[in-house]
């Protein structure tokens, strides 16, 4: 019987050409060697996909999928949480880069704290790695109230218990749909714990939908009010602290 790994790194792909080999790479200089890589290529309109597959002739441990048709980050990665057949869930966009450490840390973290998310500190850097903004620091726990005023977690630094991923899949309806995911596991009881140290990278890019912060405020507020049903002046008060700590990360 063929051993599974004990992680599954789940990378959504979409016209992600100039930045999805340094990320691959980021995840083949792993010091913990036990994972699988999953690729999902959205159909975008670039050689992503071309790129992926010349990469997964490299190492056994990559594994191509492809969606059917154009489908969005939320399915995507849905598809791919389906496939993974790891213990632990790991999150990496496809243009950013874990640090080589990133796994064996973030596992013997979560294991040691019996916790189903781990989050880590990271870097926000441009397209070329230049540093732009000061590195992120998280808490070293979070729960879902913390939340609700900060979001302090980062996708690409992610990492989930396998069964409770399988079972709570992102919900496709919303912008924000890591953030909602994260609020839903919290909500059911589910323990975070966050590494201080910096072990991602996570390239700020011009066209990245965390760059239409307009656009990001009026979703939030939809989560707020329509997803969790809070009450208005509450939902308000909530804004001002998204808002705020929107001013403190991009300072």
Not at 93 to 106: A, N, T
Not at 153 to 181: N, Q, R, W
Request: aromatic fraction near 10%; glycine fraction near 6%.
């Amino acid at each position: 019987m063929e051993k599974k790994p004990t992680v599954s790194v789940i990378m959504p792909a979409y016209n992600v050409a100039p930045y999805i080999e340094g990320s691959v790479k980021s995840v083949l200089a792993q010091t913990y060697a036990d994972w699988e890589l999953l690729i999902i290529d959205d159909r975008g309109k670039d050689n992503s996909y071309e790129i992926a597959c010349r990469l997964a002739e490299t190492d056994s441990r990559i594994r191509v999928l492809q969606n059917e048709k154009n489908s969005g980050v939320s399915k995507t990665r849905n598809y791919g949480i389906r496939e993974a057949r790891g213990k632990y869930i790991a999150l990496l966009d496809s243009d950013d880069q874990w640090r080589p450490e990133k796994l064996e840390k973030q596992l013997a973290m979560m294991e040691k704290g019996d916790a189903q998310i781990g989050y880590t500190s990271y870097a926000m850097v441009s397209e070329k790695g230049e540093k732009v903004h000061n590195d992120y620091l998280v808490p070293e726990t979070t729960d879902f109230k913390k939340m609700l005023l900060c979001n302090v977690i980062g996708c690409s630094t992610v990492m989930l218990d396998a069964k409770i991923a399988k079972a709570h899949p992102f919900d496709e309806t919303y912008y924000h749909e890591d953030y909602v995911l994260w609020l839903e596991l919290m909500r059911d009881g589910c323990k975070a714990v966050g590494c201080k140290e910096v072990l991602v990278d996570y390239c700020v890019r011009g066209d990245s939908r965390s760059a239409q912060k307009f656009s990001s405020a009026k979703k939030r507020w939809l989560i707020y009010r329509k997803h969790l049903k809070l009450p208005f002046f509450k939902s308000v008060y909530y804004m001002m602290r998204y808002a705020i700590s929107g001013l403190k990360k991009y300072a």
